[in-house]
């Protein structure tokens, strides 16, 4: 398994909010994305990121998945009773997207709008649902997908970590062969970038790291309005 990330503050922010953690070995993979408060984004997130990693100790398979929840609910915990405390950090949250490969097994925990796709066999698939308003509203059945980029609701968040006492986290489960490839990301990447334009970059030669700075500079040509965090896993 090779690996690379990149995150980049873009072409229009201050700072970067996001933050990600590879740890090959494990098979650990993180993409946060922070909001809120004046520097409550990158506090978010780093601290996510660091929580989740304390609390990822596992040695069996069927530990995962409670370790997972357990790990984002701490997450939330940490960022939402430190919000609580300090002023400037009031009300500051954070997409989480993590996700576990091994034995053949990509186990996904995921709250917020990051996103994580699989890449087999020259199909790229997104496996996150983003928790937004305007996916709730499209499962509702009042605004359909072609609507949804353009939605004003796109980026209202219906869940984030930290920002209630408990979350609630998305779990998935599913198969993984040799030659697959994972992709996390912000949505620094996804408001830039079709599904239909990532996955012929995805579909390209070369390996993870060659592929990551690609969906990146992309990202910037079409505008870099956000920050962009690209993690590319080749299995």
Request: include cysteine; aromatic fraction near 4%.
């Amino acid at each position: 398994m090779k690996s690379a990330g990149i995150s980049d503050i873009g072409l229009h922010r201050k700072r970067n909010e996001d933050s990600f953690f590879i740890d090959e070995d494990q098979g650990i993979f993180i993409v946060c994305d922070g909001m809120g408060g004046h520097k409550g984004g990158d506090v978010a997130s780093q601290l996510a990121v660091q929580t989740i990693r304390d609390h990822l100790h596992f040695t069996q398979g069927e530990d995962i998945v409670p370790l997972l929840c357990q790990s984002v609910q701490a997450a939330n915990t940490a960022i939402n009773t430190m919000g609580g405390r300090v002023d400037a950090l009031r009300e500051m949250g954070t997409t989480a997207t993590i996700a576990i490969i091994r034995d053949k097994e990509m186990t996904v925990a995921h709250v917020g709008d990051s996103s994580l796709y699989l890449f087999h066999a020259g199909i790229l698939t997104k496996i996150t649902r983003a928790h937004t308003l305007a996916e709730q509203i499209a499962a509702d059945g009042f605004l359909s997908d072609g609507n949804r980029p353009n939605s004003g609701y796109s980026h209202i968040l219906t869940r984030a970590v930290g920002i209630e006492p408990v979350i609630n986290v998305d779990i998935y489960q599913l198969g993984i062969a040799n030659g697959d490839q994972v992709l996390l990301c912000s949505d620094g990447l996804t408001d830039m970038m079709t599904d239909e334009q990532i996955g012929k970059v995805m579909a390209i030669s070369g390996g993870p790291e060659l592929k990551a700075r690609l969906l990146v500079d992309a990202a910037l040509a079409n505008g870099g309005f956000d920050n962009v965090t690209v993690l590319v896993v080749s299995v």
